[in-house]
T-cell receptor, first 115, second 111 residues
């Protein structure tokens, strides 16, 4: 079974530029998550999708971050414009069944550096 | 609210035991444990549900004390491969599927 795929793996941009990350979850997984992990900290949930609907985006800085999951499969996370404090690893995870206590499968992450 | 993990870091010799704690000020439905090696994605270890059950995964086990809202991860006879950062993720109610992760405990195993 293929794992969660993310691209790019690394991205370096200047502040105020835009950037987009892509995630392809494990086939059949209904729930998809985007996390931000700042160095030395635990993952922080940005947004949670169930199929193509948003379940929770309470911690997404909506003035600069946006995410979509068209057709309930892959997802993109965008930052526009980026700030220095956005430097972090952005992790995508998926989970097979909504409404149950299933494990989350994480992708390798995208390491973003904002200069 | 973010759970609190303790200790923040542990250094062991191979074969020694360790305990990592995860505490919450809120009532929990479940606690999830993950291990993350440097530069890699977190990997799932186990889920503990309220009720105080204990689970095991090779020489790694965990418990969940519902009264204290605390989970403990036990690593017995540690191996070099156990090195990494351990995170607990807490779920407030059944079906939430939303985890709030602790700040992590860095475990270093030396030969």
């Amino acid at each position: 079974e293929a794992g969660v795929a993310q691209s790019p793996r690394y991205k370096i941009i200047e502040k105020r530029q835009s950037v987009a990350f892509w995630c392809n979850p494990i086939s059949g997984h209904a729930t998809l998550y985007w996390y931000q992990q700042i160095l030395g900290q635990g993952p922080k949930l940005l947004i949670q999708f169930q199929n193509n609907g948003v379940v929770d985006d309470s911690q997404l800085p909506k003035d600069r971050f946006s995410a979509e999951r068209l057709k309930g499969v892959d997802s993109t996370l965008k930052i526009q414009p980026a700030k220095l404090e956005d430097s972090a690893v952005y992790l995508c995870a998926s989970s097979p069944i909504s409404g149950s206590h299933n494990e989350q499968f994480f992708g390798p992450g995208t390491r973003l550096t904002v200069l | 609210q973010q759970p609190v993990q303790s200790p923040q870091a542990v250094i062991l010799r191979e074969g020694e035991d360790a305990v990592i704690n995860c505490s919450s000020s809120k009532a929990l439905y479940s606690v999830h444990w993950y291990r993350q090696k440097h530069g890699e994605a977190p990997v799932f270890l186990m889920i503990l549900l309220k009720g105080g059950e204990q689970k095991g995964h090779e020489k790694i086990s965990a418990s969940f004390n519902e009264k204290k809202q605390q989970s403990s991860l036990y690593l017995t006879a540690s191996q070099l491969s156990y090195s990494g950062t351990y995170f607990c993720g807490t779920e407030r109610y059944q079906g939430a599927q939303k985890l709030v992760f602790g700040q992590g405990t860095r475990l270093t195993i030396n030969p």
